[in-house]
Every structure is written in C-alpha cells, then in structure tokens.
C-alpha cells in the first residue's frame, strides 16, 4: 500500500522528494488552500518503505496509507 501526502497540509518542504529511493513524489501545480506549493505520491511507484514519513517536518502531511481523496495531482 503506497503512502499520502494530504494535499491541503502539504507545505511545499519537499525534503520527501529527494530522499524517495523509487522517485515516485512529484511537484504538483499550483498551491493548495493554504497557498503554499505541494507534492504528491505516484501510488503505482511507491513501495511503501516509508522514508517520506520520516524525513517530512510538517504534522500530518504524509499517511501511511493510501487515501486517494486527500491527494490531489494538478
């Protein structure tokens, strides 16, 4: 099961981006409700190792869980 980044917390840190080992978290377009840019989380390449969460400074941002709704791509 691949991990999430709500989009709507998600600050635009993108330390999750580098630190991936399958590349899978991509810069999206434009910003989200709080005005700040996001990323998201290609689920068909994630494998779940988990690096994303750990490395990530903003509460909340990244489930361990894939929930498709709380993700937005564009």
Not at 16 to 44: E, H, R
Not at 57 to 64: E, S
Request: hydrophobic share 40%; proline share 9%; net charge negative.
């Amino acid at each position: 099961m691949a991990y999430t980044i709500a989009t709507d917390i998600c600050e635009g840190v993108a330390d999750c981006a580098p630190a991936c080992p399958v590349a899978c978290i991509q810069p999206a377009s434009g910003f989200n409700l709080k005005g700040t840019p996001w990323y998201w989380i290609d689920f068909d390449t994630c494998i779940d190792c988990g690096v994303c969460l750990t490395v990530c400074p903003v509460d909340g941002a990244i489930l361990p869980e894939e929930r498709p709704e709380l993700q937005r791509r564009e």
